[in-house]
């Protein structure tokens, strides 16, 4: 099913992961890239400063849902690190699939993200 931005968890525990092997860093600064701009959730599109650190944009994803820095970390991420990070914990259902976009075309992923609430429940 579409899980909208529950997807999102998988790319903040990637960046976190990446932090914690040293891969990334929290102080890197990475800009809004034109072509990943996308309205409706966060604040970063109505800000003035063009440049986050990675921290920065892990609290606005965290906190407000931001779009943007979504797909801007996600872009900075990889999808394959991602599908790495589900195939590790065993995650068949659940993916993150696409960048958010305020409209999808016939090129697009059906969604954001997909889940399975039985997969996501398994080892609560």
């Excluded at 903040?12 to 701009?37: F, H, I, N």
């Excluded at 906190?63 to 872009?75: E, G, I, P, R």
Aim: with cysteine; net charge negative.
């Amino acid at each position: 099913m579409r899980i909208a931005s529950i997807g999102k968890l998988l790319l903040l525990a990637e960046v976190a992961r990446q932090c914690d092997s040293g891969d990334l860093t929290g102080m890197e600064l990475l800009g809004r890239d034109p072509e990943l701009l996308v309205a409706d959730s966060g604040i970063w599109q109505y800000l003035q400063v063009d440049k986050l650190s990675i921290h920065d944009l892990c609290v606005l994803v965290a906190s407000v849902s931001d779009n943007v820095a979504t797909n801007v970390l996600l872009k900075h991420v990889g999808f394959n690190r991602l599908r790495d990070l589900s195939d590790a914990l065993g995650l068949t259902g659940t993916a993150l699939l696409d960048y958010v976009r305020d409209h999808r075309g016939p090129g697009d992923t059906p969604s954001f993200s997909i889940g399975s609430a039985a997969e996501l429940c398994r080892n609560s």
